[in-house]
């Protein structure tokens, strides 16, 4: 080895004050992880599939070590484990931490800044606490639910959607049209470019939705892929709603709890429901 990839820095997470020990401590190995994988090891070694994962996907070796640091860390809290690569690791507990250990890992392999730790508990089958970390830059969104229902903070204030209502003058990100188990998306993907204002595609799910939940983007959608599980939508489900805005999934599938990865959605995120019903429209045609 030569040295490593080290394309940036990675500061640590800017947490608001209230995230659980479980989420603040998990997001933190999740960034030391990044840190340490970019430094030891060369763009190619951090591309090396070590295995197939949970989800059928293939998993990298920097995918296999920011996940291994998190389940070690999270297991200190005597919570169950739904994630992407592992799938579910049972201790019995009626909380389980969902989450997307590496969201964008393609991007962070090639060092491309745009990747994202994301992390929901859920108690009970109910999703309670949230929280969304930008690893390349430190931001973090967070969401909880209590006694007076949804809050959501990013960084030391709350964040809100931009509550746009009309895909005619959208910003969109959206995944990138693709050939699936039921077609292929690419038409859907043209209605909707041709029908908003603006297209970006970032290839991370959990950013997108950071977006949208921060007023940056108005939309962002799975162009009817049926792509998303459970570990890329299950933060969403809780922080963009707490700013304002929206998630379902464009065929009306309902958003819940389940431990089967192979469970697939095609979510749209979106800034108020009209917008997300709209998109949803397009999608299907």
Sequence with gaps: MSGGLVPLPVPPPRLPQGVSRVLTETARAASDALAQSWAQFERSELAEIVRVGADGTDTFRLDDAVEAAIIETAGAHGVNVLSEEHGFIDGGHAATLVIDPLDGSANAVAGVPLSCFSAALYVDGRAVEALNLWLENGWTQWARRDGEGLRTAGGAAPVLASGARSLRTAAVDLLRPKRHADGDSTAAWIRVSEACARVRVLSTTCLESMLVASGAIDAFADPGSQTHRLV????????????????????GAPLEFDTDLTRRWSGVIAATEELAEELAVVIRG
């Design 232 to 251: 890329d939508l299950a933060a969403a489900s809780l922080i963009v709603p707490a700013a304002g805005g929206a998630v379902i999934d464009a065929f």
